[in-house]
């Protein structure tokens, strides 16, 4: 009868076990199967009694499969070994191993293995030592690990699979003649590392460490070492065994991914809002270094809090309300509300949350952006302060000349609510129904701004208890692509000034009316004496003539400044040498002996008023009236460079001081000393309106226009 194989089957009586020792004692007849439950038991039932086979389970009470391997075989070098293991890994497999392991099985969950964990128990209990030895070989060559076993005054390789060559890059032969052949392939500045880990192993120490291997390559190799010494019953270091493995492309994924999530993290901390994750249960995942600035609090406190200890109290509902809407309808939600920081100060926020899902769709959280808006905030406090408390009617309009928003003063003027207004079309809205001309110009002043032009007129509009003039205007504004994205609507209340601008027009035309007829009845009369046959009455004549012509220049120029002052006139672009060649033919008319040299390009683009050449021919004749040369020079210069000017250089002929004065705008209106004439004040009006300014140097007067 065939004699039992006596197998001693170690495993953990606290864990589940895929295998059986009575169901392996009947799977084979020739197995008789008895167990311990640690290495410790096991090692006391080996030294009192004798097995042919060991079968152990990798995860013990006290120590792993591994190690109780390493004992057995201090004092046992052929007893067969089963490892079974459940998870098993591959540097599992290479310990085992590099150990001795007689066999390596790994437990499918989903197979019965009783029968084949017997069988193999029967046929390794019955292998010789030689076939022991194929057995290991055969596993040591299935992996790409170097498997290796020294002695431990490191001059004699005792074991080392064919792996050796692929990852160290010399033959096995090398390595067997001379065991320290593989600091060959170590890169120079690595060698002295590996030297001391050889040190270190010999004197019983465990070594992990990682080297680069010298090669033409730019990008070194990188093999990982795991090395233990292997002790004899007393404690002394009898050889060394260990596992090599190339981890190059490890350490690329893993430096890859460490900077990637270096760039990820530098992008968060970068970024001057707050960011941050929650998991479903409003714990702090994650966030950028913007929070701990805002709140005050540091990242060990931050770690134990939740999203609604950064609110103040007053805010916790809204914000765990639209918490639970990110998490239960699965959508963004954006609110205002705002962080209490540590020291107890109230903080506006503007927080969005959206979900944040993992790859199947399963979601781990929220994530989102806190952003501080109390600039924002300051902003619409200021523009409202601003908004609500002007004398000027305001509002905001969308391109369509739909009303967005108006202020209290336009409210209050209509007599209506806010919300009676808001939404209309301007020209539907009640100011605008009175007339249809304020209700076509409401329309057109929207159709002017949408072509992103200023509209400006003066209208009459019903308000709650009266109807007034306003000086009506609507402006586009633009985004920075160009596009009108808005338009202001504005109207100041003129009513009292047209009512005034009336009076003084009526009083202006009848103070014209009768200037022009009383001079025409002394001119009449002056005429008259100067015919007479007594010189002296002939000179009271010519000085009364005289005298009536001035005054009926000045009444002329009063007309031509009121006239200005009164259209209120807006610069354009005009071209300056057109108008320099206008004004020089008028003067010549007058002076057709004058001198006129002008000095300026073909064209000479600058913002004026229309009726520049007006006020240029006046400053002439101004000039040329303190001469008594027959052929008196100006001379007319445009000059360029960051601006636009005039100059004109009066060579013969000058201004007085007050004139001077006048054009520089240094007058001192309740000064006894005026000019002489009206003229000099319409050169400056025009300067004025046109936004420009005068200097004089000399007998250099220049007039600086506007960019």
């Known amino acids: ?208 460490i990682e080297l680069r291997i010298d090669s033409a390559e730019e990008s070194h190799r990188r093999v990982s070492i795991q090395a233990e010494p292997i002790f004899d019953a007393d404690g002394n270091v009898k050889r060394i065994a260990g596992a090599s493995r190339e981890v190059t492309e490890q350490r690329l994924r893993q430096r890859r991914l460490g900077e990637q999530q270096q760039m990820v993290q530098s992008i968060f901390d970068a970024i001057p809002d707050v960011l941050y994750t929650f998991d479903t249960h409003s714990t702090l995942l994650r966030w950028n270094d913007q929070l701990e600035a805002e709140t005050g609090y540091g990242a060990d406190e931050i770690e134990e809090m939740i999203v609604t200890d950064f609110v103040p109290a007053d805010e916790v509902e809204k914000i765990a309300n639209s918490f639970q809407s990110i998490i239960q309808d699965r959508r963004s939600v954006t609110v205002e509300s705002a962080f209490e920081t540590k020291d107890g100060e109230r903080v506006p926020f503007e927080f969005t949350g959206a979900p944040l899902e993992d790859a199947d769709g399963s979601l781990r959280g929220v994530t989102g952006v806190g952003r501080n808006i109390s600039d924002r905030r300051e902003r619409e406090r200021r523009f409202e302060a601003v908004f609500n408390n002007t004398y000027q009617f305001t509002g905001i309009m969308s391109p369509d000349g739909t009303l967005l928003e108006i202020n209290q003063t336009a409210i209050e003027f209509a007599g209506r609510s806010r919300e009676a207004l808001v939404g209309q079309k301007i020209w539907d809205t009640y100011w605008f129904q009175s007339n249809e001309t304020a209700t076509k110009a409401a329309r057109e002043a929207v159709e002017t701004a949408q072509r992103g032009e200023l509209f400006r007129e003066q209208i009459s509009v019903q308000g709650g208890d009266r109807e007034a003039v306003i000086d009506f205007s609507v402006r586009p504004v633009v985004d920075d692509s160009g596009n009108i994205e808005l338009l202001i609507p504005e109207g100041r209340d003129i009513t009292r000034l047209s009512e005034r601008e009336q009076q003084l027009d009526v009083t202006n035309r009848f103070l014209r009316h009768n200037i022009r007829n009383k001079l025409t009845i002394i001119q009449g009369r002056a005429a008259s004496i ?157 300067v004025w309106y046109s936004g420009g300014r005068v200097t004089i140097d000399g007998n250099d007067v220049r007039i600086h226009f506007p960019e």
């Not at 009164?566 to 002996?593: C, F, H, M, N, W």
């Not at 209106?669 to 004040?681: A, D």
């Open 1 to 208: 009868m065939q004699e039992r194989v006596r197998t001693l089957f170690v495993y953990d009586a606290d864990s589940v076990v895929a295998l059986d020792s009575d169901e392996l004692t009947s799977a084979a007849d020739a197995l008789e199967v008895q167990t311990a439950h640690s290495v410790s038991e096991a090692l006391d039932r080996l030294t009192t009694d004798a097995f042919d086979c060991v079968l152990s389970t990798y995860q013990l009470p006290d120590e792993d499969g591994v190690a109780f391997l390493s004992h057995i075989r201090d004092f046992d070098t052929d007893l067969p070994f089963v490892l079974y293991t459940h998870g098993g890994s591959e540097q599992i497999a290479s310990d085992a191993i590099s150990t001795g392991v007689s066999e390596y099985i790994r437990n499918d969950p989903d197979t019965d293995q009783t029968e084949t964990v017997a069988s193999r128990l029967v046929t390794v209990a019955s292998e010789t030592p030689g076939d022991s030895e194929a057995k290991v070989r055969e596993l040591t060559e299935a992996t790409d690990d170097v498997l290796w076993l020294i002695s431990a005054d490191w001059d004699e390789v005792l074991f080392v699979n064919s792996a050796y060559s692929e990852v160290w890059g010399q033959p096995e032969a090398k390595l067997r003649d001379d065991p320290r052949a593989f600091l060959e392939a170590v890169h120079p500045d690595d060698r002295s590392r590996a030297e001391e880990a050889v040190n270190r192993l010999r004197a019983g120490e465990s070594v992990e």
């Open 530 to 686: 100067r015919e007479a046959d007594d010189d002296q009455l002939q000179s009271y004549g010519d000085r009364i003539l005289m005298a009536a012509a001035d005054l009926s220049r000045s009444a002329e120029m009063a007309r031509n400044i009121h006239n200005l002052i009164e259209s209120d006139p807006t610069p354009e672009r005009v071209d300056l040498a057109g108008q320099i060649e206008k004004a020089v033919s008028d003067v010549r008319d007058e002076y057709p002996e004058a001198n006129l040299p002008v000095a300026a390009p073909e064209s000479a683009t600058v913002a004026s008023l229309r009726s520049l050449h007006e006020a240029l021919g006046e400053l002439l004749r101004i000039v040329f009236r303190e001469t008594e040369i027959a052929t008196p020079t100006a001379k007319l210069t445009v000059r360029q460079g960051e601006s636009t000017s005039l100059e004109i250089t009066i060579v013969d002929g000058g201004l007085s001081r007050s004139e001077q004065e006048v054009l520089l705008g240094e007058i001192d209106v309740n000064q006894m000393r005026h000019p002489q004439g009206l003229g000099i004040w319409y050169v400056y009006w025009h």
